[in-house]
């Protein structure tokens, strides 16, 4: 973690400021936390990423989904083509319209809420600073992988959207492409999201509808995300705090994806 991050993160249930201390590890290795002793708050720094969550902290549906992510990280990106493949959608075409719709402009510190496997890298522009933060250990290896084989810059967390570890109005850009459909608190996450984001900063939430979830729980390991699953999938339009400005929702490739953006109060 460079100490630029270190400017904006706090601890995720209580706000408070963070430092990094160094330790020696059973090893003998020196091991890095970021640490705050008025609340006796210790998280552990492994790889250069801050883990802001531990396996038994998770609960729900949360707690479901990072054993898949954990499972199927090293081939989610090839299922994710194969599965935007059967339905017609160019991966390629998606993210670079999906990108375009944040409105990154030069310098904007962005967040992606759940980075995933960094899929977005590549398409993301090379002036703006960014931060990733994920659920799931693996998939986050394998999307620093992913930057030091194309060369791009960001700042990764282990953690829950839910549960944001930044402090307040940090984010010019804060987004969130799949996963919130099955999020434990959809609208806990939305207003974390608020907080973290500064006045006038745009938000944006993509997912996949709930007809392109019951086509995609037939088909295999696809289906890992999708059998299964009770509860419907409602685009969170409600879930938006109120007096939030430029309110659009919108379907996506003939109703197979809803998209729904909208900027914090200024």
Request: proline share 7%.
């Amino acid at each position: 973690m460079s100490p630029k991050a270190l400017d904006i993160v706090c601890s995720p249930r209580e706000h408070a400021p963070l430092q990094i201390t160094c330790e020696a590890s059973v090893n003998g290795e020196p091991a890095e936390f970021l640490c705050n002793s008025e609340h006796e708050l210790k998280f552990p720094i492994r790889g250069g990423v801050p883990v802001f969550v531990e396996p038994h902290q998770i609960t729900g549906i949360n707690s479901r989904f990072r054993g898949i992510y954990d499972r199927w990280a090293p081939y989610y990106d090839l299922l994710s083509r194969v599965g935007l493949y059967l339905l017609g959608i160019s991966e390629i075409e998606l993210r670079k319209a999906f990108i375009a719709s944040l409105e990154i402009k030069p310098g904007d510190r962005v967040l992606s809420t759940s980075v995933g496997t960094g899929s977005d890298l590549p398409f993301l522009p090379r002036d703006c600073a960014f931060y990733g933060l994920d659920l799931s250990p693996e998939m986050l290896a394998v999307c620093k992988r992913k930057m030091r084989r194309l060369g791009a810059a960001a700042e990764l967390f282990l953690g829950l959207a839910e549960h944001l570890p930044f402090k307040d109005g940090m984010f010019d850009v804060v987004y969130q492409m799949g996963g919130i459909n099955f999020f434990n608190d959809q609208a806990r996450a939305i207003r974390e999201m608020v907080r973290v984001a500064k006045k006038g900063s745009k938000i944006v939430i993509m997912d996949e509808t709930e007809k392109v979830a019951r086509m995609l729980e037939r088909i295999p390991g696809i289906n890992a995300w999708f059998q299964h699953q009770h509860r419907p999938i409602v685009p969170p339009t409600a879930l938006i705090p109120a007096g939030m400005e430029q309110v659009e929702y919108r379907e996506l490739y003939e109703g197979k994806a809803w998209h729904l953006s909208f900027r914090t109060l200024r």
